[in-house]
């Protein structure tokens, strides 16, 4: 049926499908998506952005204010803080997405383990999730970084641990209502394997909420990520890791602003970004009906 406006024919299922473009790529979509382009740029070819060597010193240039030699000036060895900020990126960035791919493995088994098990075995797993659930994620992962020292491997383990859980209950809630659907229970009738029905049937169920859960969560990772490193748990000196940026710059603070500032900025830039545009996605897929 078309219904008519101004004169003209119109179908009303352009109007909704035009809508949902619109709402997909409102001003702060497209501000999110440049930031993390620009972001991708300096974790994969830093050089692209810099020409400076984030590690180069210069002591007669120490704690520049931002101008057109130095953008975001520089630190108390005199290195560039635009080059440090910048390749910084694949220290924080990188740990941060690696955690959350630790995460999602570990959640995903304890999930599965729990949703395909007998009952006991499902409380024993519910419990560990909820145990690992009662203290903030932020707490355990210090917790855990602490006992395994500092490191870039080890901060990635610790992170990706305290957010396992949140991945865990997801996957273990749709897989118990997977498992007693029609399909499946005409599947084991058929004599197929529990392999082969979770291959068919209980993974592309719960990939896609898994991947929108995943692109939230590594901006509350890379939160962690900066957040243990500012205290010294992440990288060591002179890795440029955003969160070690802001521990240096807090040392000079009132002498050197902009130590503090853009370090600051370009975390809280990435961390919004990657927020808007996984809960964008997350909208957008729950209004589709894939999840």
């Known amino acids: 049926m078309t219904s008519i406006t101004s004169g003209r024919?119109?179908?009303?299922?352009?109007?909704?499908?035009?809508?949902?473009?619109?709402?997909?790529?409102?001003?702060?979509?497209?501000?999110?998506?440049?930031?993390?382009?620009?972001?991708?740029?300096?974790v994969l070819a830093p050089g692209l952005l810099t020409g400076a060597d984030p590690q180069a010193t210069d002591p007669s240039a120490s704690l520049q204010a931002p101008g057109a030699a130095h953008w975001f000036g520089t630190d108390q060895l005199g290195r560039d803080l635009f080059a440090r900020v910048v390749y910084g990126a694949r220290y924080s960035v990188t740990i941060a997405v690696l955690a959350v791919l630790i995460a999602v493995v570990l959640g995903a088994l304890l999930g599965l383990i729990a949703g395909l098990g007998r009952t006991w075995v499902d409380d024993v797993v519910a419990r560990v999730l909820d145990l690992m659930s009662a203290f903030p994620s932020v707490l355990l992962a210090l917790v855990l970084a602490t006992?395994?020292?500092?490191g870039t491997v080890t901060l990635a383990v610790a992170v990706g641990v305290a957010s396992a859980p949140g991945f865990g209950r997801l996957v273990r809630r749709q897989t118990m209502a997977v498992r007693h659907a029609d399909f499946v229970r005409a599947a084991v009738t058929f004599g197929r394997s529990q392999g082969r029905i979770v291959a068919e049937h209980v993974l592309p169920h719960v990939l896609t909420s898994v991947l929108l859960l995943a692109a939230i969560e590594v901006g509350t990772a890379l939160l962690t990520v900066s957040g243990l490193s500012f205290v010294g748990l992440g990288p060591e000196r002179p890795a440029p890791e955003w969160g070690a940026l802001l521990s240096e710059g807090r040392e000079v603070l009132t002498l050197a602003w902009w130590q503090t500032v853009f370090p600051g900025a370009a975390t809280v830039a990435t961390i919004l970004a990657f927020t808007v545009l996984g809960r964008r996605l997350q909208r957008v897929v729950s209004a589709r009906g894939l999840t």
């Open 9 to 42: 024919a119109v179908d009303p299922r352009a109007r909704p499908a035009s809508a949902r473009g619109r709402r997909w790529w409102t001003p702060g979509t497209v501000i999110a998506a440049g930031v993390l382009t620009l972001v991708a740029a300096a």
């Open 147 to 150: 006992l395994l020292g500092p």
